[in-house]
């Protein structure tokens, strides 16, 4: 069955500093993947997704994700972090043809000045 | 492009009473979707809607929630006799199976259940 793991329930860094959120996901095939990011009382928003090709996509304000299918691994990046990137970021799986999706519990981020 | 809009935004009911959610997508968009999201975990799907009919509702507790989609546009999400237990914030999304766009997700309804 499909599943998505976030192994960090909170990331706390530096304004500035480079960050990595985890993402393992169990899917049997070719996942889809995600990450969206959702502020206080607001909606999720898609940052990124991955459809089969280049294991590293780009998404908005900088963010990027690389794929690795020998870890199951699906993992988060940014150079450097801005304050109002404070957020909780979730990633997620949906399988080819069908955009229903399933999620992490999410990974809330603190972002220290 | 208006998005997919909610309504209401926050709901505080006793144990035993009924609430409904209502949810009008984006123009266009032929899937609509409800979520369950309780604090602190991530959304979970409860039913899913393809036009008007139910393609997948295998994760709605039946006995308390019904949902419908009568004219394959707008949705609306029924509880009845609420309890604690619901207490969640209740996601509406669509997306279009044509374009096999992303899907898009209103701000939500917060329920309380006292």
């Known amino acids: 069955a499909q599943s998505v793991t976030q192994p960090d329930a909170r990331v706390t860094v530096s304004e500035g500093a480079s960050l990595q959120l985890r993402c393992k996901y169990s899917?049997?095939?070719?996942?889809?993947l995600f990450w969206y990011v959702q502020y206080p009382r607001q909606g999720l928003q898609l940052l990124l997704k991955?459809?089969?090709?280049?294991?590293v996509v780009q998404g908005v304000n900088g963010f990027e994700a690389e794929f690795s299918k020998s870890n199951s691994s699906f993992h988060l990046r940014k150079a450097s972090v801005h304050w109002s990137d404070w957020a909780v970021y979730f990633c997620?799986?949906?399988?080819?043809?069908?955009?229903?999706?399933?999620f992490g519990d999410g990974t809330q981020l603190v972002v220290k000045p | 492009e208006a998005g997919v809009t909610q309504s209401p935004r926050y709901a505080v009911l006793q144990e035993g009473q009924a609430v409904s959610f209502w949810c009008d997508p984006i123009?266009?968009?032929?899937?609509l979707y409800w979520y369950q999201q309780p604090r602190d975990q991530g959304p979970q799907l409860l039913v899913y809607?393809?036009?008007?009919?139910?393609?997948?509702n295998s994760q709605l507790p039946s006995d308390r929630f019904s949902a419908v989609r009568p004219k394959g546009t707008n949705s609306t999400l029924k509880i009845q006799s609420a309890k604690q237990g619901d207490t969640a914030t209740y996601l509406c999304?669509?997306?279009?199976?044509?374009?096999?766009?992303?899907?898009?997700f209103g701000k939500g309804t917060r329920l309380t259940v006292v």
């Open positions: 999304a669509s997306s279009s199976s044509q374009t096999n766009t992303e899907v898009f």
């Open positions: 899917y049997f095939g070719t996942p889809y």
């Open positions: 991955y459809y089969p090709g280049d294991p």
């Open positions: 997620a799986v949906s399988m080819e043809g069908n955009n229903r999706i399933f």
């Open positions: 123009s266009g968009h032929d899937t």
């Open positions: 809607f393809r036009d008007e009919a139910v393609i997948d």
